[in-house]
Nanobody, 127 residues
């Protein structure tokens, strides 16, 4: 069974860092895969955080995380990462990774485009 599994969430204080991982099991990320991170806070809509094209490494970020978060991937480990620095309480939420086959163009940023989703990992940032 092909599935995405996130890990690395936790409870941290403002200013701290976390690294989230997204492992694909039962399959392999290919050069036409785009992997994205979304987050959802209680009572809010799911928000785009970051995405990366697996083949060329092109990445994109939501405005609220630019300069603080970095997305990366490791083909040997079939894992995508989200390095989150200088975390703030506004970053609190459930973080999901998602993937889709994308032939061209910049990384997709709409959650409606993504076909496979993980179960999410909770990130809580205290003031």
């Amino acid at each position: 069974q092909v599935q995405l599994t996130e890990s690395g969430g936790g409870l941290v204080q403002a200013g701290d860092s976390l690294r989230l991982s997204c492992l694909l099991s039962g399959g392999t990320f290919t050069s036409i895969t785009t992997v994205a991170w979304f987050r959802q806070a209680p009572g809010k809509e799911r928000e785009f955080v970051s995405a990366i094209r697996w083949g060329g490494g092109e990445s994109s970020y939501g405005d609220s995380v630019k300069g603080r978060f970095t997305v990366s991937r490791d083909g040997a480990k079939n894992t995508a990462y989200l390095q989150m620095n200088n975390l703030a309480p506004a970053d609190t939420g459930v973080y999901y990774c998602a993937s889709v086959k994308q032939m061209s163009g910049p990384p997709l940023t709409s959650s409606l485009e993504y076909r496979r989703w993980g179960q999410g990992t909770q990130v809580t940032v205290f003031p």
